[in-house]
């Protein structure tokens, strides 16, 4: 089992910066796509950006696309979700995941994932 740890997560005011980070640690796959997910109070799990095993190709949802990057150390277990222009909208908390495998394929579906973080809470004032 791969365990993840985030950290990062904290009040910003609107239109600030945050940077997230996720560690694997533990039994990791040989090979690994790591992506963020985010939950608001009383929504659903939501998918935010995945990046696949090589650190090369990132995939990010819509509402973050051009705010967000996400990029994976060259040691390949720890990947940074860089958010900019925060908005209030963000305000969730963050969950790192793991899903076995090299590729992005069904990168933002969140049942591809089987390995999950504790989550770090980001939170957006307006």
């Known amino acids: 089992q791969v365990q993840l740890v985030e950290s990062g997560g904290r009040l910003v005011q609107a239109g600030g910066s945050l940077r997230l980070s996720c560690v694997a640690s533990?039994?990791?796959?040989?090979?690994?796509?790591m992506a963020w997910f985010r939950q608001a109070a009383g929504k659903e799990r939501e998918f935010v950006a995945a990046?696949?095993?090589?650190?090369?190709?990132?995939t990010f949802a819509d509402s973050v696309k051009g705010r967000f990057t996400l990029s994976r150390d060259s040691g390949k277990n720890t990947v940074h979700l860089q958010m900019n222009s925060l908005k209030p909208e963000d305000t969730a908390v963050y969950y790192c995941a793991a899903k076995r495998g090299a590729t992005l394929r069904g990168g933002s579906n969140l049942a591809s994932y089987s390995d999950w973080g504790q989550g770090t809470q980001v939170t957006v004032s307006s």
């Open positions: 533990g039994r990791t796959y040989s090979t690994y796509a």
């Open positions: 990046i696949n095993w090589s650190g090369g190709t990132a």
